[in-house]
């Protein structure tokens, strides 16, 4: 059984910065991708940002390229989306998304296995 498990997520003003973090476990192996999606109230849930297996291929949403970072541990199972200047409109649910394969993909059907969500919040 495939786990994400997501931790990290709080409260934070604007301009402020947060790291999440999402661990993997089962049998996802023996590669797999990794991203990020987020659902704020009232809206669908949209892509924040894709990690592939090795780490070389990162994509991330407009809204967020040069504010957040996504990166993996050496061992593959640990991905972390490092949030800096973070703004109100980056309030949402942050959920961890994992998919077999190195095949770069930005959207929420692409994505077979999914974390139980962490929230942010952005005080103005």
């Known amino acids: 059984q495939v786990q994400l498990v997501e931790s990290g997520g709080g409260l934070v003003q604007a301009g402020g910065s947060l790291k999440l973090s999402c661990t993997a476990s089962?049998?996802?192996?023996?590669?797999?991708?990794m991203g990020w999606l987020r659902q704020a109230p009232g809206q669908e849930r949209e892509f924040v940002a894709f990690i592939s297996w090795g780490g070389g291929n990162k994509v991330y949403a407009d809204s967020v390229r040069g504010r957040f970072i996504i990166s993996r541990d050496n061992d593959k199972t640990t991905v972390h989306l490092e949030m800096n200047s973070l703004k109100p409109e980056d309030t949402a649910v942050y959920y961890c998304?994992?998919?077999?394969?190195?095949?770069?993909?930005?959207?929420?059907?692409?994505?077979?296995?999914w974390g139980q969500g962490t929230q942010v919040t952005v005080s103005s």
């Open positions: 089962g049998g996802i192996y023996p590669e797999f991708a």
């Open positions: 998304a994992a998919r077999s394969g190195s095949q770069i993909v930005q959207t929420e059907t692409q994505f077979d296995y």
